[in-house]
């Protein structure tokens, strides 16, 4: 799978895209602990789940006050992407077995651009598994220190890092509004949750949003995917 590695475009691509979204895993692992979960319940949750948009929606939800339930329904309907990169990532790797399972699992946000950011399909496999091997890797590895950090440090909101899921949230979002499309859906997105806040119950109004981008996704497919 890793044989013959070597510094390509692809992999320089692949360990900066790792080191970068890595480091919000000390953000999430902080508010994690914030939010109630033990340091195990949150490892498990960055080793199982791995992907950061739900995570910190799941987490979020749940320092909210909103129910089990509805922290997962968030996760879910924000990990919905993940499965239509997986049909392409699928067509593009031809793994099978073990390879097939661990690809599945690294089939995230960061993997499949750097997969897509390659013209040759060696390069692209190799970018794939480089960027899904060091994202998951460091992101495990900086959520434990945030975990740590924060059940050593007690009450984050002293320290602001109340604030830090929603500033993290936004630094995973930023990179993909780079047309009027993703900033379109952004808006839409924003205005349904800003407008259920006082109408329902802590963990729905994210939910009504993410339920707007799998609609927005539906109908508009070919955007979706790109």
């Known amino acids: 799978m890793f044989k013959g590695v070597v510094v390509t475009p692809a992999v320089r691509m692949g360990l900066s895209i790792s080191v970068a979204t890595g480091l919000y895993g000390i953000s999430f692992g902080a508010l994690s602990v914030a939010a109630g979960l033990t340091i195990w319940q949150t490892m498990a949750l960055s080793a199982l789940m791995f992907t950061g948009g739900s995570q910190f929606a799941f987490i979020g939800v749940i320092a909210g006050g909103g129910s089990g339930m509805a922290a997962v329904g968030a996760s879910t309907l924000l990990g919905v992407r993940n499965a239509i990169y997986g049909m392409q990532m699928s067509r593009l790797l031809g793994v099978t077995g073990l390879p097939r399972w661990l690809a599945a699992h690294w089939t995230i946000d960061e993997s499949t651009a750097t997969a897509s950011g390659q013209q040759e399909p060696t390069e692209q496999r190799r970018g794939f598994w480089v960027a899904g091997a060091g994202v998951f890797l460091l992101w495990n590895l900086f959520t434990l220190l945030g975990a740590w950090m924060g059940d050593a440090l007690g009450d984050t909101r002293r320290f602001g890092l109340d604030g830090a899921a929603v500033a993290a ?35 729905v109004p994210i939910l009504l949003a993410a339920a707007v981008g799998a609609l927005w996704g539906w109908i508009r497919p070919s955007e979706a995917v790109q």
Do not use: H, S
């Not at 509004?177 to 802590?202: D, H, K, Q, S, W």
């Open 169 to 203: 949230f936004l630094g995973l979002l930023w990179p993909r509004l780079n047309a009027r499309e993703p900033v379109a859906l952004a808006l839409a997105c924003g205005l349904v949750t800003a407008i259920a806040i006082p109408m329902v119950a802590a963990g």
